[in-house]
Structures are given as C-alpha cells and as structure tokens.
C-alpha cells in the first residue's frame, strides 16, 4: 500500500483516496490493483504478465499502451550501485513511466514546478499492488534503497524509446536523498 509523504512539510499521508486524490489533482495518475499473487524468485516475466493479464490488458488497450515488460531488482542484481544512480539523477521522460509494482517497494521523487501549489517535492512510497504513471516531462528520481533493494514491478509502454531519462542536472535529489520507509 502506497505512502505518500511530503518532506518539506513534515506531511505523511497513508489513506488510499487522499493519496490519489492529492496526485490526481496534479495530473499524476494512481491506481491500486488486487496483486494477490506471489511470485518465486524465479518466476518469468511471462508469467508475471499473465497472472495480471485481467487488469493490465484493458488498461494497456484503453490508455493505446503497446508493450510491458518486467523488471526485478534485488539481491542478485549486479552493479546496483550503478544502476541506482541513473534512477536517483533528476530527470525526465517524453512518454508516461507507468509502473505496477508486483513485490518490494520502491520510492518515487515528483519536482512539480509552477502548479497551482508553487514549487513543490513530494515522494510516494509503491509496494505490493500500487500503479503509478509519471506524466511525461514530469520532473522525478527514483530510489530502491542503498542496501538490500527489492523491486519487483511490471513497466508499460508506447515504445520504450520514450523511457530514455533526460537528466536536468539539477541535483535537486541530493537535498533529499535518503531512502526513508515511513512505516505503517
Ligand atoms: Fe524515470
């Protein structure tokens, strides 16, 4: 279940609606499936997309989605390290980054500039069942933690060309790096 927090207001939301209200109204897209299914190490990406195939197929028809593919990180990921500081850069994407998380957890970094609230930074902890789409152009990092990450989530997209991350340079993310899980 989703976290929604707010750093800079000391502001940590847990209730489903509010949280999807709060990103609703700023054009982020949150949606929480059903995600009764648990999945061994091993299990393929084909599987996984067939055990949601009932949710994931009509959202993928309905938004003209073409592709989804699986991505897992966790103990025996190598170089996370690396990996980890592509995601935690600022940056931007031309299409929507729209994942469901299947297992694990991970914490989303939103930059909204010029809304009707100002300048503002928010992240929203997904877990197990949460669907998050980051609006293009939209300003984010991502962070699965500096140890033990785990990650286990369905991506889903027009063409993955529009997933490559612009970085914006900012550095913004080092005033706020840290991996904080509130807990529940
Ligand atoms: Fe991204």
Request: proline share 5%; with cysteine.
């Amino acid at each position: 279940m989703a976290i929604l927090s707010i750093p800079d207001q000391h502001i940590t939301e847990k209730n489903p609606s509010e949280i999807r209200r709060f990103l609703n109204d700023r054009g982020v897209f949150f949606d929480q499936w059903d995600a009764p299914v648990n999945f061994e190490d091993s299990a393929t990406p084909e599987e996984i997309l067939a055990a949601y195939a009932g949710d994931l197929n009509p959202f993928m028809e309905a938004g003209g989605y073409k592709t989804a593919d699986v991505i897992t990180i966790n103990h025996l990921t190598e170089n996370y390290e690396a990996i980890r500081a592509k995601f935690l850069a600022e940056h931007t994407h031309s299409e929507d980054e729209i994942r469901y998380f299947v297992d694990g957890q991970g914490l989303f970094w939103f930059h909204l500039e010029n809304g009707q609230n100002g300048e503002e930074v928010f992240n929203l902890l997904c877990e197990k069942g949460d669907l998050i789409s980051v609006p293009a152009g939209t300003m984010h990092w991502f962070d699965a933690g500096e140890t033990n990450p785990f990650v286990k989530a369905i991506r889903i997209f027009i063409d993955m060309s529009g997933w490559v991350p612009v970085y914006t340079d900012s550095k913004i993310e080092e005033r706020y790096n840290q991996f904080i899980v509130p807990s529940h």
